[in-house]
């Protein structure tokens, strides 16, 4: 009976660690007090986001995730705790911020996106900012705007320019 046991808990930590391998992020959350129809109605808006919610126990999680390298993640592991994985960076973020602001049960402890250990505020900006195609059109735009600026002030001097040309060839 222990070996069956022993297995199964093993090819849990397998199933995680391939999970956490093929995962560009990883975010820990805590469901305590949710009721069972909250949890599913986030684990499909995660789905329809590109991202999954898992349930397993904190010791399970941790070996798996201690395996793969994200020990960082260690600290997150308290209470009750379920592990978001996306193979898109950042997705499923916003969700998860939006379902913290209408459920105060449901928390985002922390996480790791590509490898770079965010906390619940890291997150939370990470959120804002949305996916990454998001991102990148929010800098292109910030790199954009000076050349535009720029582009109208001398738009605005060529108009300028030919009344102010023309008065000194008329007093010639």
Request: aromatic share 4%.
């Amino acid at each position: 009976m222990n070996q069956q046991i022993l297995a199964k808990k093993k090819d849990t930590v397998g199933k995680l660690n391939d999970l956490l391998k093929n995962s560009h992020s990883a975010v820990i959350v805590s469901y305590s007090g949710l009721a069972v129809s909250e949890v599913n109605q986030l684990r499909t808006d995660l789905k329809k986001a590109g991202a999954k919610l898992s349930v397993r126990k904190n010791s399970l999680m941790k070996k798996a995730i201690d395996e793969d390298g994200l020990s960082k993640l260690d600290s997150c592991l308290k209470g009750p705790s379920a592990i978001v994985t996306s193979k898109e960076e950042g997705a499923g973020l916003q969700v998860l911020k939006d379902f913290e602001a209408s459920h105060k049960k449901f928390q985002i402890k922390g996480g790791m996106i590509d490898g770079t250990f965010c906390d619940e505020a890291k997150l939370n900006q990470l959120a804002a900012i949305g996916s990454k195609e998001n991102a990148i059109s929010i800098f292109l735009s910030t790199l954009q705007s000076p050349l535009t600026q720029f582009a109208l002030i001398l738009k605005a001097l060529s108009e300028k320019a030919p009344s102010d040309a023309a008065a000194p060839a008329a007093a010639n």
